[in-house]
C-alpha cells in the first residue's frame, strides 16, 4: 500500500536559452558499445535541453525514459536529493519531483525507472545493502503523483542492491535486484501485475544463490536472435573485486525453467556447483565483474566475452563460442599490459571489453579499451574469431558535443544513453552530466566541485 508520509515538491522550471554544454569521452566505469562502422552522411546536432544542476562530486548512474510523448529524467540534485524531472515532448520546462532520498558517496547508488503498460512510472535507487527503494506513480503518466511503496513482496527485502526494471514474459514488467552483498548474495526476480497494481515472485526461489559462500554478477538476461533468453555472470567470494572467478552461463524460454546449453535442466536456484561454466578462471585470475559480456554470430550463436589474465600474467580479452555444444576459447589480444585490479568499492577500469556485434554486411566488430593501447573496434573472422583488422566507427556522439565545461580539474563526462521510445524524428536521446571519477566510495577531501549541469541530447544516426 501507497504512503504519503514524506516530503515531496514539484515545481516548473524554464530556462532562458539553450545549453552550451558539450560532451567528451566516457567515464571509464561507463561502457557504449558501437553497433556499426558504416558513417552515414552528417546530420545538424540540435543543441541541448538542460534539466537541473546536479550533483557532481562522483559519478553515479541517472536514468533517462521517453514514452508516449513523456520523458523522464532521475537524478540526484545539487543538493544530492533523489529527483524526477518530467516533460511533454513539445515542451521545454521540466517538473521536478523531489523525492526522500540523498545520495552519499557510494557509486553504486544509481537511481533506474520504468513504465508499465498502463502507463504508471516505477522508480527504485540509492541501494547499496540496503532496505528496499521503491517509488510507484498513482497516476498514469504522471511523474508528480510518485509515492514512496514500502515493499515489492515483503521478504528479501533488507539488504539490496542493483536494482533493474526488465521487459519480462508476456510483456509483463520484472524487477530484479541482489538481496545480501557481495560475497553472500542471492538473486531475486518479481513480475508486476498492473491490474491488481502488485507484484508477486516470478521464481519461487532465487534463480542464483550463493550459498552464504558467494555472490554472482550478471549480465543478462538477454533475448538472442535464437529466441532464448541468455545469462552469463561470474562469481566473487569476497568485496575484493579480485576474487572474481568462473565465467558461467545459462539459457531460458520462458524465464522460469533454465538449462545449460547442452539443454541439460538446471534445478533452481543455480549455485556454483550447478552452473555452467564457460571458462573455469580461478580467483585472482583477472576477470571482473561488468567486463563480461554477450554478443550473436550470424548462426545465431551466443559469445561470451572478458578477460582474464594469460600465462604471463598480462591481461587478455577472450572469446567463447558455442559451437558443437562446446565452448571454443579464442584469445582476441596480445597486450603487454597487466590490469591488477583489487580492493573494495567503486574502481576505475582500466580495461572496456564490448560484445561481438554482428553488422548488416555479415562480419563480426568488436570494440575494446585499453588504457595503455587506447580505443579501437576490430573486425573479426567469422569462422574463428581471430582479430583481421581495425576498422573506423562513426561515434554515437559528434565532436560538436565534445568539451567539458568545468574548470574544475579532474572532471569527467557520463552519459547515459535514452530508454524507451527515440524522438519523432526517430533520433536518440542522451542523458549527460559531468563529474569527478569514483573514489572508492569514500568521501574526498576539500570543497566539491559546483553542480553541474543535466542535459538531454537528441542525436540523429549519423551526426
Not at 509483463?172 to 552483498?181: D, E, N, Q, T
Not at 589474465?309 to 563460442?321: I, K, L, S
Request: hydrophobic share 35%.
Amino acid at each position: 500500500m501507497m504512503t504519503a508520509s514524506y516530503y515531496k515538491t514539484s515545481r516548473r522550471v524554464a530556462w532562458p536559452g539553450p545549453a552550451k554544454i558539450a560532451l567528451i569521452c566516457l567515464v571509464p566505469t561507463l561502457w557504449l558499445g558501437l553497433d556499426g562502422y558504416a558513417a552515414g552522411p552528417a546530420q545538424p546536432v540540435p543543441e541541448p535541453l538542460r534539466v537541473a544542476r546536479v550533483w557532481s562530486g562522483h559519478p553515479v548512474g541517472f536514468s533517462l525514459l521517453t514514452r508516449s510523448n513523456h520523458q523522464y529524467a532521475a537524478f540526484y540534485d545539487e543538493n544530492r536529493q533523489m529527483t524526477l524531472a518530467s516533460r511533454q515532448l513539445a515542451d521545454k520546462t521540466w517538473t521536478l519531483t523531489r523525492l526522500p532520498e540523498r545520495v552519499g558517496w557510494d557509486s553504486h547508488n544509481y537511481v533506474t525507472m520504468a513504465m508499465d503498460s498502463a502507463g504508471h512510472l516505477h522508480l527504485s535507487g540509492n541501494m547499496h545493502g540496503n532496505p528496499l527503494v521503491y517509488f510507484r506513480s498513482g497516476k498514469s503518466l504522471d511523474a508528480t503523483s510518485l509515492e514512496r511503496v514500502p515493499s515489492m513482496v515483503g521478504a528479501e527485502e533488507q539488504r539490496t542492491t542493483y536494482p533493474v526494471f526488465m521487459n519480462g514474459p508476456e510483456g509483463r514488467l520484472v524487477f530484479s535486484y541482489r538481496s545480501g552483498s557481495s560475497g553472500n548474495g542471492n538473486q531475486f526476480y518479481n513480475v508486476y501485475d498492473t491490474k491488481a497494481q502488485g507484484w508477486r515472485r516470478l521464481l519461487d526461489q532465487p534463480l542464483l544463490d550463493g550459498a552464504g559462500q558467494k555472490s554472482a554478477y550478471l549480465h543478462g538476461p538477454t533475448p538472442g536472435p535464437d529466441g532464448w533468453l541468455h545469462l552469463c555472470w561470474v562469481w566473487r567470494e569476497t568485496p575484493d573485486c579480485e576474487t572474481s572467478h568462473q565465467v558461467c552461463y545459462a539459457r531460458s524460454r520462458d524465464w522460469i525453467h533454465w538449462e545449460t546449453s547442452a539443454g541439460q535442466p538446471l534445478k533452481l536456484p543455480i549455485t556454483f556447483e550447478s552452473g555452467e561454466a564457460v571458462d573455469p578462471v580461478p580467483s585472482h585470475g583477472g576477470v571482473i565483474n561488468g567486463n563480461v559480456t554477450l554478443g550473436f554470430d550470424a548462426q545465431r550463436r551466443p559469445i561470451v566475452s572478458y578477460h582474464k589474465f594469460d600465462a604471463q600474467g598480462f591481461t587478455q580479452v577472450y572469446n567463447a563460442r558455442l559451437e558443437n555444444g562446446q565452448w571454443r576459447i579464442r584469445q582476441v589480444t596480445d597486450w603487454k599490459y597487466r590490469w591488477d585490479f583489487k580492493g573494495r568499492g567503486s574502481i576505475e577500469f582500466e580495461i572496456r571489453v564490448g560484445g561481438v556485434r554482428l553488422q548488416a554486411d555479415g562480419s563480426l566488430t568488436q570494440q575494446l579499451s585499453n588504457r595503455q593501447y587506447g580505443s579501437k573496434t576490430l573486425r573479426l573472422d567469422p569462422a574463428t574469431l581471430a582479430p583481421l583488422e581495425s576498422v573506423a566507427v562513426k561515434p554515437d556522439i559528434p565532436s560538436k558535443v565534445d568539451k567539458i565545461e568545468s574548470s574544475f580539474p579532474g572532471m569527467k563526462v557520463t552519459r547515459r544513453a535514452g530508454m524507451g521510445d527515440r524522438s519523432p524524428q526517430g533520433h536518440q536521446y542522451w542523458l549527460r552530466w559531468e563529474t569527478l571519477p569514483s573514489n572508492r566510495d569514500q568521501a574526498r577531501t576539500g570543497p566539491p566541485p559546483p553542480p553541474s549541469w543535466l542535459t538531454v541530447w537528441e542525436i540523429a544516426p549519423g551526426s
